[in-house]
């Protein structure tokens, strides 16, 4: 998906303040990377930064007293949402194909003409007279095929429930080991678990990735192991934990945590059940990546692992590991073996 970013026009601060801290959190909550509001609201900016460092992702807040620049000044294809446009079933397999970034607009009242000619496409999301908050959540759902997908590195996440609230933090250390214990993991493998985690806190803190995430995902990507040492250790920890109701981003790295995850084709041969094992998130790639690097406690270069894969013929999941042990290099500045 291009990169897509909202310029949220016509903001009344005294009127307006619920509707556009509710376009703000639509536009985050489906997938956009970014708004910029028009005119600043302070109060707005402060609700969405919390929301942002509370739930995660990198959701690029600014704000303009000049949107007609910014719409001069967008380096891409400007689509304005108006129940004015082009019918949306005609209009938006066009915009679909766009390649470039897309700047969406959206108003408050009414428009100023500008905004019509300005914009590349002047698409409307039904020719009925709604919201700009339906609007932007049709478009954007339309856009993000993974718009479910939401964020996993927040300090809290909700997990999934059929009866009651969940909101889960990140285990403590202590929590963490209490959970290995309970499930009754051999000592070696706990101590291999915490040098994977040390070393995944370390890459995060450089990375700017949620180091809390990353040092108890390492702490408990193993924990599969206490009942099966195969390569299904991989759901069975995720079971394990989604059991414990544990913060999904690490759920996730506990999934996806074995070479530099499973494929789906691959988990499906394998006989998994059906799920995410590739590492989506920064934590996840970490921790996948740092593991590669331990023998037990002892560190391993990237080659070694590579060989072994080798030997035991997995050449598409050698050549994984060696594209993710580039990325986290590139990433901190330095060869992932040498930090
Ligand atoms: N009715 C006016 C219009 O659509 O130009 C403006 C008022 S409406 C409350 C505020 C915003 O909601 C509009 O600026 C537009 O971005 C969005 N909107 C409302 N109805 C829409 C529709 N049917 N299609 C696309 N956008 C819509």
Redesign the pocket.
């Known amino acids: 998906m291009s990169k897509i970013h909202v310029l949220r026009i016509g903001h009344r601060p005294k009127r307006d303040k619920r509707i556009t801290t509710h376009v703000c959190l639509t536009a985050r909550a489906f997938g956009a990377d970014g708004l910029t509001l028009s005119p600043p609201d302070s109060r707005i900016t402060e609700t969405i930064e919390k929301v942002t460092e509370k739930f995660g992702g990198s959701f690029e807040f600014e704000d303009t007293r000049q949107p007609k620049q910014f719409i001069d000044n967008w380096e891409g294809k400007v689509v304005h949402?108006?129940?004015?446009?082009m019918p949306f079933v005609e209009t938006f397999p066009l915009i679909k194909k766009i390649k470039e970034p897309i700047l969406v607009v959206?108003?408050?009242?009414?428009?100023p003409a500008w905004t019509f000619e300005k914009a590349d496409y002047n698409?409307?999301?039904?020719?009925?007279?709604?919201?700009?908050v339906a609007?932007l959540a049709v478009f954007l759902q339309n856009m993000n095929e993974n718009w479910e997908g939401g964020t996993k590195d927040g300090k809290v996440a909700v997990v999934p429930s059929l009866y009651y609230r969940h909101l889960a933090k990140t285990p403590t250390e202590s929590q963490a080991l209490t959970l290995h214990a309970k499930a009754k993991t051999q000592k070696k493998i706990v101590e291999h678990c915490k040098a994977v985690a040390k070393l995944s806190r370390k890459v995060a803190i450089k990375m700017g990735a949620n180091s809390d995430i990353a040092y108890i995902g390492g702490l408990l990507h193993d924990i599969g192991k206490a009942k099966t040492k195969g390569i299904e250790h991989a759901h069975v920890g995720g079971s394990i934990a989604r059991e414990e109701s544990i913060h999904p981003g690490i759920v996730h790295i506990i999934e996806s945590h074995v070479g530099a995850g499973i494929t789906k084709s691959e988990a499906k041969r394998l006989g998994f059940p059906e799920g995410v094992y590739m590492p989506k998130t920064k934590e996840a790639k970490i921790v996948a990546a740092c593991d590669n690097l331990f023998n037990g406690t002892k560190r391993q270069t990237i080659s070694k692992r590579n060989e072994w894969l080798q030997t035991k013929k997995l050449t598409d999941a050698a050549s994984r590991i060696k594209r993710l042990h580039k990325y986290i290099s590139k990433e901190i500045g330095k060869d992932l073996d040498q930090f």
């Open positions: 949402l108006t129940m004015f446009g959206v108003g408050a009242e009414k428009v698409l409307s999301v039904g020719n009925q007279p709604h919201s700009e609007a």
